[in-house]
């Protein structure tokens, strides 16, 4: 049963702050595209094909260990405001937000793992984890993936591997990202060429809200664009050395920053948390901004009394239907920036709340 | 003997936030300009003639039962920061600062009565108030200049009453002034008006540091222009019944902009205080701007656990030669401005410090 307010008040575990490198590397993903073999792919299906993708793919999760104890949520059953709520916790993709109809999502208590059913493709299974842990988060994935794929007859090829609606999926279907803060590597100007030579190596780094979305809060999606050709473990093992390298150039941006110019980061650093502190009204865009700061604060050890748990926890709470959600009203944005800002005074004051 | 330190640790009494009207008066102050018969005006006076005067003053000044214990402060015998101190303490004029040989200052501890000798007149005394209060503080003045006059030949004309080195002063020699912190006639934009009408009626508001001085966090010195053809409680009655006024048109203001645009007053407000609370880095102005917005919190009932003796003491102590006195040591901007920025950290985390 689809509860917002249960989902409220048990923030997903890759929040909690926890794992490798999680002052750098917020969260991991793994993301595998599946297609039913005796469908045509969503784009090209009516109404009764969908209806018939998603009675197939829906009674095999139904079948599933991993979503033993699940929440369905049909797209077409919930409001606007529910579907960008889900969106805002990375559960579905913005293409949800406007396709309802024959849409759905499959989700698990932990919000470690879900299962996007007529998305892009007709099966997008994501797995989560807190900070750098792609090992457990891969394993999460390919168990759900073995699972469905023993009662359902999927697209592949024996020389192409997994088909997806899309070639750029082509092969292992997989696509495995990591959210990372690179305030140092903004700051020093040298994220622009660290996007270029990466492009160069076969992986992107996309804006908080991956594909098209833009640069907020020094936050950025790193992932892998080649899916064909190598093995999963190949792509998993190289992304996890990519993200490894990156967080290495991100400590130095640091270290330099804090070297040549304390007094200023410093003072940057503990405005952001004096006005996330008091202010009365924040929009997202400076919310995130703020966030950024204070979390770089912690990071060099300005600030030692805010966990990375708790800003992690801001970042998504503090999102339009997040606040609607929690103040159970629709509210103009004008509202929402006043309800933002009382929501970041509240966590920071009252982290356990 | 002047000591610095016992200064530092001991903030003028008319920084109390006591009397009358203090949340938007900050100050009430008494000038009386004299002048002794027998010698040319400052301006004319060679070495000796200023060396007899400073003699003559301030032996008179050493009888008075006002300066009983006092501290006399030749201005030749200190160092450039020393004068900057005192002026930033408002007991010296600014005139002070590059004219030191034979000027001189005398002053009580409570720091609510000095005499400042060879200024544009010979004597300048000043006394000093908290918030709304020019009775006494009108007294205070009258009773040291009594006990001055009688032992010094004071120039004085049947016509023209005292007279003084500039024509403006002439008469009474008397300038009764308030600060006060207008930022609601500010924000409404009806401060010109205000100041137009204000010289229509022979009164005069002028910037923080008086005469010349630029309007700076929205604290100004309300001052009668005219010194002759009225008696002295004329004078201060109708500089009084003035400052009630701007008081009403401000409070009027203030409760106009609350009705209209709370939250974002609120939001004003609040950030203010946050910045003053957590940044390490604050230049004079934007303190000023800063402090004026939380004194702004606190008359219109955000803020109430911050005093208004705390604000005034913030006005004065972050200015530059109170920061290098309390540091001990000489500064450059970019260093008082961290100096500034823990210090004010300091006195609102802990007032009675």
């Not at 090209?44 to 095999?60: F, I, K, Q, R, T």
């Amino acid at each position: 049963m689809f509860d917002v307010r249960d989902m409220l008040n048990h923030p997903a575990t890759w929040l909690s702050g926890d794992g490798e490198e999680s002052e750098i590397i917020m969260s991991s993903r793994v993301r595998v595209a599946r297609n039913l073999a005796h469908h045509r792919f969503t784009h090209n299906c009516d109404h009764e094909e969908l209806s018939d993708v998603l009675s197939e793919v829906s009674a095999a999760a139904g079948s599933t260990k991993t979503f033993e104890k699940s929440v369905f949520v049909g797209m077409g059953e919930v409001s606007t405001l529910d579907r960008q709520f889900l969106s805002e916790r990375h559960l579905v993709s913005r293409d949800f937000l406007h396709n309802s109809s024959h849409r759905a999502v499959v989700l698990n208590g932990a919000e470690d793992v879900c299962l996007m059913i007529n998305e892009e493709d007709h099966l997008r299974l994501q797995a989560f984890g807190s900070g750098l842990d792609l090992n457990r988060t891969w394993a999460t994935a390919t168990r759900l993936d073995d699972e469905l794929t023993n009662g359902l007859d999927i697209a592949f090829s024996e020389h192409l591997g997994f088909l997806t609606a899309c070639p750029t999926n082509v092969g292992t279907g997989l696509r495995v990202s990591v959210l990372i803060h690179l305030p140092g590597l903004v700051h020093s100007k040298e994220i622009n060429k660290l996007l270029e030579s990466l492009n160069k190596l076969s992986h992107t780094m996309r804006g908080f809200y991956g594909e098209g979305s833009e640069m907020m809060g020094n936050f950025f999606q790193l992932s892998n664009t080649a899916t064909l050709g190598k093995s999963e473990e190949d792509i998993i093992k190289s992304l996890r050395e990519m993200a490894s390298k990156v967080v290495g150039f991100e400590r130095r941006a640091r270290d330099m920053l804090f070297a040549k110019a304390r007094s200023l980061l410093e003072d940057k650093v503990w405005r952001a948390y004096g006005l996330l502190r008091y202010a009365h009204s924040v929009s997202t865009k400076e919310a995130l901004s703020l966030i950024s700061a204070v979390r770089l604060g912690v990071g060099v050890g300005f600030i030692d009394d805010v966990s990375i748990k708790t800003l992690n926890r801001l970042l998504v709470y503090t999102q339009p239907a997040h606040l609607q959600k929690l103040e159970d009203k629709a509210m103009n944005a004008q509202e929402r920036d006043v309800a933002r800002a009382d929501y970041i005074r509240g966590l920071l004051t009252n982290p356990e709340s």
